[in-house]
């Protein structure tokens, strides 16, 4: 059958989300319309995050509901789940004719080609693809704020996880592409890029430039139009001095840097293969503090990782007073297929877990409310995303990508999206600032 309709939903990462961003440019460049519903498709396809059990689960249960009630579609898993799962897919879910993981979709349109033949076991599961999936394509969500992958897959081998056996091994983009499509994006009015991998760090420009990423990252800054570059994500073995050096020069780098640490016990970062110790760390953190630039500061934690006793918990919990993030992602240990965890068994119950998480949380809310509070009375820019009519407030983002939601006197009625305004800031709660724009006090 020919699908010429489509349905994409998308789990996980950023780098998942700017995936479907190119997948669903190239569906569109071979004439298909893109529909709200699954219901509505021809072609169902699910773009999947394996980092955790849940979300692996999540897709198996969207699979299933169309079990019976897919008849006549085309089902389609792509991503993570697809490269670690492979071929057994089509046994969990027989009604799937696609299975393809990140590392293959530069083969996309060849496969969408045998679909619409009416193949009905179609893979793309190599991953030993040089190229990077760079595509004229890309149907970008966000009309300001554009995504740009400059390398994707990952060469370090976390004992927890999967990326290395989905994503592959590391391809950098050269950096004359990325800086090509970051002039075009500033060309068709986007403002803010941000650059992606799942260690930028560790970037180096295939070509003979050779440039690492902090010289990556001041180019991107340069180019006429673009106000604000971010970059996600980073690792501290790799997150070298230059990277804040770069950040001092240049105010259009903003001013927040996601670190993750994971844990804040050496016992246990050796464990986890994280490859630095927590001195390590902070002598990063340090570089971070002691910048001009006030930069924010936001991590991920792991709680209930194999072997992790109270005390080990108990150091991640002195890391964040040390530290003073401005926001944490924080997660239960769950194991994952392929891993080295996987040897080292799940032993720490699901309810110490859930304890261990719950006072985490409570810590950092804390830590947030304070953070957050010292930014009453200031001026800070924003870069307005969206308007919430209820409350009729716009929402904005600071440089530290703090959401800034705010009332303007003088709007006259016109959108203020995409644009850039100075806000005052007038209060603070953990997760978010309001304020009113400071654009007639300047
Ligand atoms: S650095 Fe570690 S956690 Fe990050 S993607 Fe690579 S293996 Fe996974």
Redesign the pocket.
Known sequence: MTAKTFYLETFGCQMNAHDSEKVVGTLLARGYTQVETPEAAELVLYNTCSIRDKAEQKVFHRLQQFKRAGKGKVFGVLGCVAQQEGEKIFDKAPHVSLVAGSASYTKLPEMLVQLEAGARRVTGLSLDTEETFDTPFTRRDNPHRAYITIIEG?????A?????FT?GPERSRTSASVLAESRQLAELGYTEIQLLG??VNSYRDPSPAGWDFATLLTRVGEIQGIRRVRFT?S?PRDFGKSIVDAIDENPRLCNHVHL?V?SGSDRMLGAMQ?LYTRDQYMRRIEWLKNSPRNISITTDIIVGFPGETEADFLQTLDLLDQVQYDSLFSFKYSSRPNTAALAMGDHIPEEEKTRRLTILQERQRAIQIQRNSETIGAVQEVHVEGRNPSLGQWIGRTSQNRTLNFTCADENGESLIGKYLPVRVTRAGPNSLAGESAANML
């Open positions: 990952c060469d370090k081998s976390c927890y996880c999967v990326v290395p994503r799942q260690n994500t690792h993750p994971q994280r």
